[in-house]
């Protein structure tokens, strides 16, 4: 069955809008709430790790929330919309806010997701599933990194791991190519600390539904598909995407 909010964002979407965009499991959850809570402070709302206004209501997801119902109590002069899409599903739009992260890690997380809502089977081999999705690692970054050559100021590249090494400043990095003002240093430190990933890993087990058994929230690591894939598993990966991780790593935005 096809998802109509999707089906009814694609056609509400226009040229100013702006995507958070990423291949599933990269980090965009995470960059979306760090954006949230520093767009909540402008506002002049208190945040912590539970934020008073849904990241929902401030960067919709384009699957399950209509774009066009943002939250009233938020005023920017452009949308914020998260994507899993490929670029050309959205090429008209003229920025985008894009992050990556290691293949294996995203894939390893991705087989996790996926197998915890019943999508795969809980007997699938997770090695199998990450070489087989690879291409389609691929295809996701080389659709933004071919775009992202052709209009440098289009679109913003950042890491999973840069974002975990430095969030206070990948966040100023994105706030700068928003251009959205009343910032201060001080706001992205409190963004980073309410949303440190123990945070909401604790939120998540103090909330969770013991009838079910699927976390959203993970491990929240870099290199953590070192701890999950076999040594020859890892090559293969690596050999085939290394040169595309290499691509766009030189558009990420410098730390």
């Given at each position: 069955m096809p998802n109509l909010i999707f089906q009814n964002n694609l056609q509400s979407i226009n040229s100013n809008d702006v995507l958070v965009a990423s291949f599933p499991r990269s980090g965009n959850t995470w960059l979306r709430l760090l954006i949230s809570d520093v767009i909540l402070q402008i506002h002049g709302f208190e945040t912590n790790t539970k934020l008073p206004v849904s990241i929902d209501d401030i960067i919709p997801d384009i699957y399950q929330h209509n774009v066009n119902e943002i939250s009233n109590s938020i005023k920017l002069s452009n949308r914020l919309i998260k994507t899993h899409e490929l670029y050309n599903k959205h090429k008209e739009i003229q920025q985008v806010v894009y992050i990556f992260r290691q293949p294996a890690d995203a894939l390893c997380s991705y087989y996790d997701f996926l197998r915890s809502h019943n999508i795969v089977s809980r007997t699938e081999d997770k090695a199998l599933f990450v070489l087989e999705k690879v291409d389609q690692w691929l295809e996701h970054l080389l659709s933004y990194g071919y775009a992202k050559q052709k209009d440098p100021s289009k679109i913003l590249f950042i890491s999973y791991e840069g974002l975990h090494n430095n969030p206070a400043l990948c966040l100023e990095k994105v706030f700068d190519?928003?251009?959205?003002?009343?910032?201060?240093?001080?706001?992205?430190?409190?963004?980073?600390?309410?949303?440190?990933?123990?945070?909401?890993?604790?939120?998540?087990?103090?909330?969770?539904?013991?009838?079910?058994?699927?976390?959203?929230?993970?491990?929240?690591?870099?290199?953590?598909?070192?701890?999950?894939?076999?040594?020859?598993i890892l090559l293969k990966v690596r050999e085939k995407t290394q040169d595309v991780l290499e691509l766009a790593k030189n558009l990420e935005v410098p730390m």
């Amino acid at each position: 069955m096809p998802n109509l909010i999707f089906q009814n964002n694609l056609q509400s979407i226009n040229s100013n809008d702006v995507l958070v965009a990423s291949f599933p499991r990269s980090g965009n959850t995470w960059l979306r709430l760090l954006i949230s809570d520093v767009i909540l402070q402008i506002h002049g709302f208190e945040t912590n790790t539970k934020l008073p206004v849904s990241i929902d209501d401030i960067i919709p997801d384009i699957y399950q929330h209509n774009v066009n119902e943002i939250s009233n109590s938020i005023k920017l002069s452009n949308r914020l919309i998260k994507t899993h899409e490929l670029y050309n599903k959205h090429k008209e739009i003229q920025q985008v806010v894009y992050i990556f992260r290691q293949p294996a890690d995203a894939l390893c997380s991705y087989y996790d997701f996926l197998r915890s809502h019943n999508i795969v089977s809980r007997t699938e081999d997770k090695a199998l599933f990450v070489l087989e999705k690879v291409d389609q690692w691929l295809e996701h970054l080389l659709s933004y990194g071919y775009a992202k050559q052709k209009d440098p100021s289009k679109i913003l590249f950042i890491s999973y791991e840069g974002l975990h090494n430095n969030p206070a400043l990948c966040l100023e990095k994105v706030f700068d190519f928003l251009k959205i003002d009343g910032v201060d240093h001080e706001m992205y430190l409190k963004a980073v600390n309410n949303h440190a990933f123990d945070n909401h890993k604790k939120l998540e087990l103090k909330n969770r539904n013991k009838e079910k058994e699927n976390y959203f929230y993970r491990r929240g690591k870099v290199n953590s598909s070192m701890d999950e894939l076999a040594d020859h598993i890892l090559l293969k990966v690596r050999e085939k995407t290394q040169d595309v991780l290499e691509l766009a790593k030189n558009l990420e935005v410098p730390m």
